[in-house]
Nanobody, 125 residues
Framework: QVQLAESGGGLVQAGGSLRLSCAAS????????MGWFRQAPGKEREFVAA????????YYADSVKGRFTISRDNAKNTAYLQMNSLKPEDTAVYYC??????????????????WGQGTQVTVSS
C-alpha cells in the first residue's frame, strides 16, 4: 500500500517556475514507477511525465518536453516535477501516481495503482 501527497502548486506568471513534490508513504517506494498527470477544467486527465525505479528511464508528454523535469529521491520517498517556462495552458490540477508493476504503457492512467489528491497549478498570462 502506498499513499501519495502532492505539494508545491500555486499561482505563477507565465514564464515562471514551480516545483511539485510527491511524498510517498511505504517502505517500497523505490520499487514503484512514478508518474505525473494533469487535468485542466473541462478536459480529461492527461499524462505529463514518468520515471522508472532507478531514474534512468524518463518519459514526457510532447507538450512539456524541454520545460519540465521529473526526478525522484528514493531515500526521501519523494518524486518531483520541476516546471519551467510555464504557460497558461499548463494550468491544471496535477496528480502524482505510483505503479508496480508497470503492466501497461507507462503513459497510461490504467497502469497506476495509487494516486494523490492533486495540487492546483495556475499560470496567469
Amino acid at each position: 500500500q502506498v499513499q501519495l501527497a502532492e505539494s508545491g502548486g500555486g499561482l505563477v506568471q507565465a514564464g515562471g517556475s514551480l516545483r511539485l513534490s510527491c511524498a510517498a508513504s511505504g517502505r517500497t517506494f523505490s520499487s514503484y514507477a512514478m508518474g505525473w498527470f494533469r487535468q485542466a477544467p473541462g478536459k480529461e486527465r492527461e499524462f505529463v511525465a514518468a520515471i522508472y525505479w532507478r531514474s534512468n528511464s524518463l518519459y514526457y508528454a510532447d507538450s512539456v518536453k524541454g520545460r519540465f523535469t521529473i526526478s525522484r529521491d528514493n531515500a526521501k520517498n519523494t518524486a518531483y516535477l520541476q516546471m519551467n517556462s510555464l504557460k497558461p495552458e499548463d494550468t491544471a490540477v496535477y496528480y502524482c501516481a505510483a505503479a508496480n508493476p508497470v503492466v501497461a504503457g507507462i503513459r497510461l492512467e490504467a497502469t497506476y495503482d495509487y494516486w494523490g489528491q492533486g495540487t492546483q497549478v495556475t499560470v496567469s498570462s
